[in-house]
């Protein structure tokens, strides 16, 4: 499995506060059987984050990381904001696409329920040369979200759900709705230290959807397939 959403990379945004929390968090993702994670740092006006940074940050920790003898690849990666997409180069979001494969954008949508400006912004990647993941639809719960994420699938996106919103909480029973509809592809952990909060850990929604009787060959491409896939920068439809 690979994490295609976490805030592993210390002290750059609200994430992993340090070396040794991020060194924590390394050793979640190996424990529940993860085999690399991208490091996703808010891309956003309220977080400066330096994109020219990042990936000679990324390329440290996955040495400090792999000197601890845990076996996680570190990926590059950001979670860009819609709002600030317009504004980057080609250049920049090449630097923080998933795994670096130059094509797949983690897209955070603007607050409150999805609205056209996220269609927009999908084709606006699109016309430029990439491909969006749309990051947590489990924050924009409204009654059109299922239509809205529909019309962004047509449109070549990708949808990414968190995992610990799929095991509990206020919003599990819609997200499973979308699951269950074909409307996600890909499970990631969102996760922001190892002291609290979310874990690093996939493998308990998938035994949960498995429990829900969601087919194995749809997990294993959620699981496998898809992320792999993502950051390599290969190009992927949906298989259902």
Same mark, same amino acid.
């Given at each position: 499995?690979?994490?295609?959403?976490?805030?592993?990379?210390?002290?750059?945004?609200?994430?992993?506060?340090?070396?040794?929390?991020?060194?924590?968090?390394?050793?979640? =993702?190996?424990?529940?059987?993860?085999?690399?994670?991208?490091?996703?740092?808010?891309?956003?006006?309220?977080?400066?984050?330096?994109?020219?940074?990042?990936?000679?940050?990324?390329?440290?920790?996955?040495? $400090?990381?792999?000197?601890?003898?845990?076996?996680?690849?570190?990926?590059?990666?950001?979670?860009? #904001?819609?709002?600030?997409?317009?504004?980057?180069?080609?250049?920049?979001?090449?630097?923080?696409?998933?795994?670096?494969?130059?094509?797949?954008?983690?897209?955070?949508?603007?607050?409150?329920?999805?609205?056209?400006?996220?269609?927009?912004?999908?084709?606006?990647?699109?016309?430029?040369?990439?491909?969006?993941?749309?990051?947590?639809?489990?924050?924009?719960?409204?009654?059109?979200?299922?239509?809205?994420?529909?019309?962004?699938?047509?449109?070549?996106?990708?949808?990414?759900?968190?995992?610990?919103?799929?095991?509990?909480?206020? $919003?599990?029973?819609?997200?499973?709705?979308?699951?269950?509809?074909?409307?996600?592809?890909?499970?990631?952990?969102?996760?922001?230290? #190892?002291?609290?909060?979310?874990?690093?850990?996939?493998?308990?929604?998938?035994?949960?959807?498995?429990?829900?009787?969601?087919? =194995?060959?749809?997990?294993?491409?959620?699981?496998?397939?898809?992320?792999?896939?993502?950051?390599?920068?290969?190009?992927?439809?949906?298989?259902?």
């Amino acid at each position: 499995m690979i994490d295609l959403h976490c805030h592993i990379l210390p002290g750059v945004d609200d994430g992993a506060l340090d070396l040794s929390d991020s060194l924590g968090m390394a050793r979640q =993702a190996a424990a529940d059987g993860i085999a690399g994670v991208c490091a996703t740092p808010h891309i956003r006006h309220d977080h400066d984050v330096r994109i020219g940074e990042l990936a000679g940050r990324v390329e440290q920790l996955g040495a $400090a990381v792999q000197a601890t003898g845990v076996h996680v690849r570190v990926f590059t990666g950001g979670e860009v #904001s819609e709002s600030i997409v317009a504004g980057l180069s080609d250049e920049e979001l090449r630097a923080v696409s998933l795994g670096g494969g130059g094509r797949w954008i983690l897209l955070e949508p603007r607050p409150g329920p999805l609205s056209e400006s996220l269609t927009t912004t999908v084709d606006s990647l699109v016309a430029r040369g990439f491909s969006a993941l749309i990051a947590h639809p489990e924050r924009h719960l409204a009654a059109d979200l299922q239509l809205r994420l529909e019309d962004a699938v047509r449109r070549g996106a990708l949808v990414q759900v968190t995992a610990a919103l799929l095991e509990a909480g206020p $919003a599990v029973d819609a997200m499973l709705g979308l699951v269950a509809a074909g409307v996600v592809h890909v499970i990631a952990s969102d996760a922001h230290s #190892s002291h609290g909060g979310r874990p690093v850990r996939l493998s308990g929604v998938f035994s949960r959807l498995r429990t829900a009787g969601i087919p =194995a060959v749809r997990l294993r491409w959620m699981a496998e397939d898809a992320p792999t896939a993502i950051v390599a920068g290969a190009p992927l439809a949906p298989a259902f």
